[in-house]
C-alpha cells in the first residue's frame, strides 16, 4: 500500500470482504507529524465500519509510523467499508494539516472456534 495523507475534512475509505461472519479486527500503520501526545498536542482519527458506532484512535506516537491494532466488532459475511477521518473535536490545531499517513491497513476476521495463532 502507498503512504496515503489525510487533512481535517477528508475522508478515507478503505472496502474489504469477509468470508464468513465473525469478529473482525483491523491494523492501521499511521504517524502524525507535527504532533505530540507528550506535548499535550495529539492527533486523533474517527474510524467506523459501515456506518456504525465510531472509535476514536489517538495517535500517541506522533511523527514515529505505528500500527495502531482495532476491534471492528461482530461483521457479516460480504462487503464492508471501513471509513478513517480526523476527528477536528478532539484533535489539536496542529492535527489540521497534512497528517495521518495512512502506511497500511490490514483487515482480519476470527470465526467461531478459531484460535488466535501466538
Not at 461472519?21 to 495529539?42: C, F, H, I, M
Not at 476491534?71 to 473535536?89: F, I, K, M, S
Request: avoid cysteine.
Amino acid at each position: 500500500m502507498t503512504s496515503r495523507s489525510l487533512r481535517a475534512g477528508e475522508v478515507f475509505e478503505h472496502r474489504f470482504d469477509t468470508r464468513e461472519a465473525g469478529e473482525v479486527w483491523a491494523a492501521l500503520t499511521l504517524a502524525a507529524p507535527g504532533t505530540s501526545w507528550l506535548r499535550g498536542d495529539p492527533a486523533v482519527l474517527r474510524l467506523d465500519v459501515d456506518g456504525r458506532e465510531p472509535q476514536d484512535v489517538i495517535l500517541a506516537a506522533g511523527d514515529e509510523p505505528t500500527e495502531y491494532a482495532r476491534l471492528l466488532g461482530r461483521l457479516t459475511a460480504g462487503p464492508h467499508v471501513l471509513r478513517l477521518g480526523v476527528d477536528e473535536r478532539l484533535s489539536s490545531p496542529s492535527a489540521r494539516g497534512p497528517l495521518a499517513p495512512l502506511r497500511g491497513l490490514a483487515t482480519a476476521g476470527l470465526t467461531a472456534g478459531a484460535r488466535n495463532p501466538t
